[in-house]
């Protein structure tokens, strides 16, 4: 796993509230990444860091924010949450480098009421 | 519409027999990989095979690219229950940054003991 962890694992919010995942890596990965997963879906990008402050949007990015001030941490807010952000999340990081794979974190299950 | 779609969705066998599963995508990529998901858990990268890659080998793996057809296959030999899974093929496109991949929606493999 690379060092990754993710937290919390699990949680369970009402709707309108906000939300802060946070992932979380010792290896010094240049980029990170969070998506979600959905059935019959596969994992599709929520949003993408290249860089400490340095973020963009992914296909699903729509009432997600993004923050990453420290190398190792990249936190995924979800404003006011919706039951159609029930999901797993699912953080992932990187070395810098087209031949590079994906380590991912364990996920977080997050239901929304 | 997905970059990469597996097919089939779903595949049942028997311990000792081999597995197949394909990838298809639809736009010229620097490299593809597999990544393998046991239930409830973070994604684990498999094998990557280059673009100008034919054929690997890994272990009890065997990846081909096609990148005329656009497709790619995944033979797992003598499978084990513990290669109970799901299986999903990840593409970088060429016209991408910051290393971004897209992931298929999976194969689920079940191996029955």
């Known amino acids: 796993d690379a060092g990754i962890t993710q937290s919390p694992r699990h949680k369970v919010t009402e709707t309108g509230t906000p939300v802060t995942l946070r992932c979380h890596q010792t290896?010094?990965?240049?980029?990170m990444y969070w998506y979600r997963q959905d059935p019959g879906h596969g994992l599709r990008l929520i949003h993408y860091?290249?860089?400490?402050?340095?973020?963009d949007k992914g296909e699903v990015s729509d009432g997600y924010s993004v923050s990453r001030s420290k190398t190792e941490d990249f936190l995924l807010t979800l404003e006011s949450a919706t039951s159609s952000q029930t999901s797993v999340y699912f953080c992932?990081?990187?070395?810098?480098?087209?031949?590079?794979?994906?380590?991912f974190g364990p996920g977080t299950r997050l239901t929304v009421l | 519409s997905q970059q990469g779609e597996e097919d089939p969705q779903a595949l049942s066998i028997q311990e000792g027999e081999n597995a197949t599963m394909n990838c298809s995508y639809k736009?010229?990529?620097?490299?593809l990989q597999w990544y393998r998901q046991n239930s409830g858990r973070g994604l684990v990268h498999l094998i990557l095979?280059?673009?100008?890659?034919r054929e690997k080998h890994s272990g009890r793996l065997r990846v081909t690219l096609d990148t005329s057809k656009k497709s790619s296959s995944l033979l797992i030999t003598a499978s084990r229950a513990a290669d109970t899974a799901s299986y999903f093929c990840?593409?970088?496109?060429?016209?991408?940054?910051?290393?971004?991949?897209?992931f298929g929606p999976g194969t689920s493999l079940s191996v029955i003991p």
């Open positions: 290896e010094n990965h240049r980029y």
């Open positions: 095979i280059r673009s100008n890659e």
């Open positions: 992932a990081a990187k070395r810098g480098g087209t031949y590079n794979e994906q380590f």
């Open positions: 736009t010229s990529i620097n490299n």
């Open positions: 860091s290249y860089g400490v402050k340095d973020t």
């Open positions: 990840a593409t970088a496109p060429q016209k991408t940054s910051y290393d971004k991949v897209i």
